[in-house]
T-cell receptor
Framework: DQQVKQNSPSLSVQEGRISILNCDYT??????FLWYKKYPAEGPTFLIS?????DKNEDGRFTVFLNKSAKHLSLHIVPSQPGDSAVYFC???????????FGAGTILRVKS | NAGVTQTPKFRVLKTGQSMTLLCAQD?????MYWYRQDPGMGLRLIHY???????AKGEVPDGYNVSRLKKQNFLLGLESAAPSQTSVYFC?????????????FGSGTRLTVV
């Protein structure tokens, strides 16, 4: 029973366009959400996060949107660059971070 | 500044063998975690520690043991390896609370059990 779901295994986007990665969750107790980026043969690296008291957080080209009523969050990357090609994991926590629950990941390919 | 270091990076075990994976962090983080990554499953928490001398079970703890004798080290042990434990193992550490500050992950250990 996956509490955090990333239903798109992969996404292909043209360089310069917007990439939208989606994540759904089932546990209404989750109060903090994060996105991690992972390159092959490396560990995941923290990208951006959002608290449940907000509905949007921006950091440069990356924006995370949270829709609590729909239990849905999304990561927007604008403009997409070839270096953004990686696996993106959505993660959530119900204790402000003692334990993160991860989704299965989405492979993003940005074509030049 | 090494961050989180995992050793070894690769290992092949025979069914029934035992081994220990070592995780070391130099950031003075209180919290440490062991995750495994399997295709289509994401990262699943095996065990974690909120401080030196403490450990707790995560989502998939069966077949694993851990120890946190020193703040900077977190060891993951497999007593009798099984093919189902073939996976990529990631160690992570964080200041509390980890979600706000983010976890720092190691580069992983790829374990194959034959």
């Amino acid at each position: 029973d996956q509490q955090v779901k990333q239903n798109s295994p992969s996404l292909s986007v043209q360089e310069g366009r917007i990439s939208i990665l989606n994540c759904d969750y089932t546990n209404s107790m989750f109060d903090y959400f994060l996105w991690y980026k992972k390159y092959p043969a490396e560990g995941p690296t923290f990208l951006i996060s959002i608290s449940s008291i907000k509905d949007k957080n921006e950091d440069g080209r990356f924006t995370v949107f949270l829709n609590k009523s729909a239990k849905h969050l999304s990561l927007h990357i604008v403009p997409s660059q070839p270096g953004d090609s990686a696996v993106y994991f959505c993660a959530a926590s119900s204790e402000y971070g003692n334990k993160l629950v991860f989704g299965a990941g989405t492979i993003l390919r940005v074509k030049s | 500044n090494a961050g989180v270091t995992q050793t070894p990076k690769f290992r092949v075990l025979k069914t029934g063998q035992s081994m220990t994976l070592l995780c070391a962090q130099d950031m003075n983080h209180e919290y440490m975690y062991w995750y495994r990554q399997d295709p289509g499953m994401g990262l699943r928490l095996i065990h974690y520690s909120v401080g030196e001398g403490t450990t707790a079970k995560g989502e998939v703890p069966d077949g694993y043991n851990v120890s946190r004798l020193k703040k900077q080290n977190f060891l993951l042990g497999l007593e009798s390896a099984a093919p189902s434990q073939t996976s990529v193992y990631f160690c992570a550490s964080s200041h509390p609370p980890g979600a706000i500050y983010g976890y720092t992950f190691g580069s992983g250990t790829r374990l194959t059990v034959v």
